[in-house]
């Protein structure tokens, strides 16, 4: 164990030779609730806004912290793991320097395109796919449900897969998702959940950025969802951008997911009101078939009871090879008409956030529609209790304070 004398000598000397620049001492508290394995992330302090380069040392012990600057929008972010437990009601400092670190930061989480496939690993386990390139339906008779711009495979941190694709009950459910059932745009009515109406499409336009890193991997990617119902041709109603940031934890895998939804014409896109749609995901197809799967959600309710509930989150969950997996979506309070009401199918493994249930809703042009959601993929059995801790630390984060320069 590294005493306290020499954790202070060690970290004079290492903040000697990397303060070329100006530091900041930090103070993160933990709040109501013990804190461990929980992503940090604050705004880059204004006096160090122009540096490319950040390190972190915790003051008690002089231990070096990774950390890696993200883009949330046009916002710069610093973003690193408080790993070792911060008990409930307790504060740590930490000093900020500008310039690199002397410490190896490996590349915890990496990205790669593959051309077809952005393919997200942590330590080297695959996590998620993200499906850039058009993928084709199984029956080519079907080719409306070719589809693009979503995740599947999702993995437990085992290596199984825990979401399906093109299931032949429901080949329009695709891994994650984005869709809306009942759009009203320019007076025509369309459909950009179910492909075979051929009223509409969601479809990947392009990537914006992706890159690894230490404490995430991230990526950015533009999605359209198109009206097929105008007479001269197809015509995109919204612009959507999905920004992805996984991050390096490899006994369960940790994600969200940010979408922004803005109109591409200066015509508004109407939501009609409908029981199901929004951000989806589809469970395993074994699931489907032997109807072991179930619901566990922050109100305490499953598959029987929990249709058109409006919890923080929900975990679907079932028998995966010998053992239980499960995956949980929780929902940021930010989030319009929080807490959403969701569709939990009772006979099919899957849900969504279903904002338009309460009722019609119309996204404006220059007024983006912002949905955030953190992803908590696990092997074994569910617990309310780490399901309902992982929601306290998206929702309400440690806090994070500048005590001095």
Not at 135 to 156: C, E, F, M, N
Not at 177 to 185: D, G, P, V
Not at 263 to 278: E, L
Request: charge should be neutral.
């Amino acid at each position: 164990m590294i005493t306290t004398c020499a954790a202070i000598l060690f970290f004079i000397e290492g903040a000697s030779t990397l303060q070329a620049g100006p530091a900041l001492l930090l103070e993160v508290s933990a709040g109501k609730q013990a804190r461990q394995n929980c992503v940090v992330s604050i705004p880059v302090p204004k006096l160090l806004e122009n540096q490319q380069d950040l390190t972190l040392f915790r003051v008690d012990t002089g231990t070096e912290i990774p950390v890696q600057i993200g883009l949330t929008g046009e916002q710069r972010e610093l973003v690193w793991i408080l790993r070792e437990q911060l008990p409930a009601g307790s504060k740590r400092k930490y000093r900020l320097l500008a310039g690199p670190g002397g410490g190896e930061q490996t590349p915890g989480v990496t990205v790669e395109d593959d051309g077809k496939h952005l393919n997200v690993k942590v330590d080297g386990k695959p996590v998620l796919t993200y499906n850039h390139a058009l993928v084709k339906a199984p029956k080519r008779d079907q080719a409306y449900y070719d589809k693009s711009g979503y995740i599947h495979p999702l993995y437990t941190p085992s290596g199984k897969v825990i979401t399906d694709d093109f299931n032949p009950n429901h080949a329009h459910q695709h891994g994650i998702m984005f869709s809306w059932r009942k759009i009203l745009f320019e007076g025509r009515e369309n459909n950009g959940w179910d492909q075979k109406s051929q009223l509409g499409k969601v479809e990947h336009n392009q990537i914006n950025s992706f890159t690894g890193g230490p404490v995430f991997g991230s990526f950015t990617t533009s999605i359209d969802h198109i009206d097929l119902t105008k007479k001269t041709g197809p015509v995109t109603m919204l612009k959507e951008t999905w920004q992805v940031r996984v991050f390096a934890l490899k006994d369960h895998f940790l994600f969200d997911i940010n979408s922004v939804q803005n109109c591409a014409t200066d015509k508004p896109v109407t939501i009609q009101k409908v029981h199901y749609g929004g951000m989806t995901i589809r469970g395993l197809a074994e699931w489907h078939e032997n109807h072991q799967y179930d619901y566990l959600t922050s109100e305490g309710k499953n598959k029987t009871n929990g249709n058109q509930s409006r919890p923080h989150w929900v975990e679907m969950y079932g028998p995966l090879g010998a053992e239980t997996a499960g995956v949980t979506i929780l929902s940021h309070p930010g989030n319009f008409r929080f807490p959403q009401p969701v569709r939990l199918h009772p006979s099919m493994p899957y849900f969504c956030f279903a904002v338009a249930a309460v009722d019609a809703f119309t996204i404006e042009p220059g007024k983006p529609y912002v949905s955030r959601y953190r992803y908590y993929v696990h092997d074994g059995k569910p617990s309310a209790k780490r399901d309902q801790h992982l929601w306290e630390d998206y929702s309400h984060p440690p806090t994070v304070k500048i005590i001095s320069e």
